[in-house]
Each structure stands twice: as structure tokens, then as C-alpha cells.
């Protein structure tokens, strides 16, 4: 099958497909932020046990490869109770994404210089206030570049939900190839998909980082 015309005809399984692969990169980068914001918090707290819980899950998370830690997932919880491949895989990848948003936001959040935090602490403020409503807020404005990079990565490494059985972008493709003995054709077609969803999310992240920028 010629590639023009295998796009043309799975246009409706791969905008299908296409849905499902943004549905589990939003809810997965949605969770992962704040799982993020948490270990961030908890690393740089000084209290020694927090700080070595934070750095146990994210050694953890960048010595396993990210499609163990799915099925781990996928096979651990559903013997626990009853949860649908989406929710496995979204876990997964919250879980995986986290331990990279939180180093990204130890790193914003400690590049603030200290007259920040002493300049809340002269107006009144306390530790939580502090942090809140003057390093956070600045912390994200520097975070947001490389955390755009980051929820690029969670699109891509979406793909690897396809082999616990969803019928994402790369699940699809790999199904039509199956049924075709035409894997090339459709992978091509899945590489097109793949480069318009990171085209519009980072044009998404340009236009709040242009923003912000403007707000500053």
C-alpha cells in the first residue's frame, strides 16, 4: 500500500489513536506534576529521612527502563483491584515523569537566590508562605523550558502503552502492520501523527512561555 493512501484511509483509526495518545500524556503529565512538585519539595526539606525517600524514588526511576515500570503496573495493581490498561499505563508514566519534573524543579527552585527567601521573611511571611507565593512562582517561570521538554518526552514515550494493549498511535500502527505484513508503510504513517502533536504541544508551551515572559 502506498503511504498517501494508507494515511488518507486510517485517517479515522489513527485521529482515534491519536485522541487516546494525547488523553494519556496530559492526564500522565498532569499527575506527574505534582508528584514532581512533592519529591522536589521533600529533597530540599533538610530533613534527612525525606530527602533520602526522594532520592531513593528517583534513583529508581532512572535505573529501570520506563517499559518495566509499566507493566509492573499494569500486572501489580490489576491483582490488587480492578483498573483498565489506561489507568495502568497512565500510572506508569506519572510515575516515571515525576522523578524527572521533580529534579527540574529542585533545580528552578534552588537557583532563586536566598534575598528572596529573606525578603518574605522581612515582610512577615513564614517558611510555607514564603516559598508559596514568591520562590514557587518564579521557580516555575525558569522550570518551564525544560519541563516542555519533559512533556514532549511523556508524548513519545506514550507509544510504549501499545504493549499492554492499547491502541494508541504506535499500537495502531503496529496493528495495521500486522494485518498488512506492511510494518514500514505504517510506522511511516504513526511517525506523521507523532510529528504533529509535538509540533502543536510545543507551540503550546512557546506561546505560555512567550507569556510569562510578557507578564515579567
Known amino acids: 500500500m502506498k503511504f498517501g493512501e494508507a494515511l488518507f484511509e486510517s485517517r479515522n483509526l489513527f485521529a482515534e489513536a491519536a485522541w487516546l495518545t494525547l488523553k494519556l500524556t496530559a492526564v500522565s503529565i498532569f499527575i506527574a506534576i505534582f508528584i514532581g512538585l512533592f519529591f522536589a ?18 534513583f529508581i526511576v532512572r535505573g529501570t527502563p520506563l517499559i518495566v515500570q509499566i507493566f509492573v503496573f499494569y500486572y501489580g ?12 499505563a497512565t500510572l506508569g508514566l506519572a510515575f516515571h515523569n515525576g522523578a524527572y519534573i521533580a529534579e527540574i524543579f529542585r533545580g528552578s527552585i534552588q537557583s ?15 517558611r510555607s508562605q514564603t516559598m508559596k507565593r514568591i520562590i514557587l512562582p518564579q ?8 519541563l516542555g ?15 499492554i494493549g492499547l ?39 512557546s506561546f505560555i512561555e512567550k ?4 507578564s515579567d
Do not use: H
Request: net charge positive; proline share 2%; aromatic share 14%.
Open 41 to 58: 519539595l521533600i529533597k530540599i526539606s533538610k530533613i534527612k529521612v525525606l530527602e533520602w525517600i526522594a532520592n531513593f524514588y528517583i
Open 77 to 88: 495493581l490489576t491483582e490488587i483491584a480492578m483498573i483498565s490498561g489506561f489507568w495502568s
Open 112 to 126: 532563586i537566590g536566598k534575598g528572596q527567601t529573606e525578603a518574605g521573611r522581612s515582610l512577615g511571611m513564614n
Open 139 to 146: 521557580a516555575f517561570r525558569r522550570a518551564l523550558p525544560p
Open 149 to 163: 521538554n519533559q512533556f514532549i518526552i511523556g508524548l513519545k514515550d506514550s507509544s510504549l502503552a501499545a504493549f
Open 167 to 205: 491502541t494508541e498511535i504506535f499500537g495502531a500502527a503496529t496493528t495495521m502492520g500486522a494485518n498488512t505484513f506492511d510494518y514500514m508503510t505504517w510506522l511511516l504513517v504513526s511517525a506523521v501523527y507523532y510529528l504533529i502533536l509535538v509540533f502543536l504541544l510545543t507551540l503550546v508551551v
Open 211 to 214: 507569556k510569562m515572559a510578557a
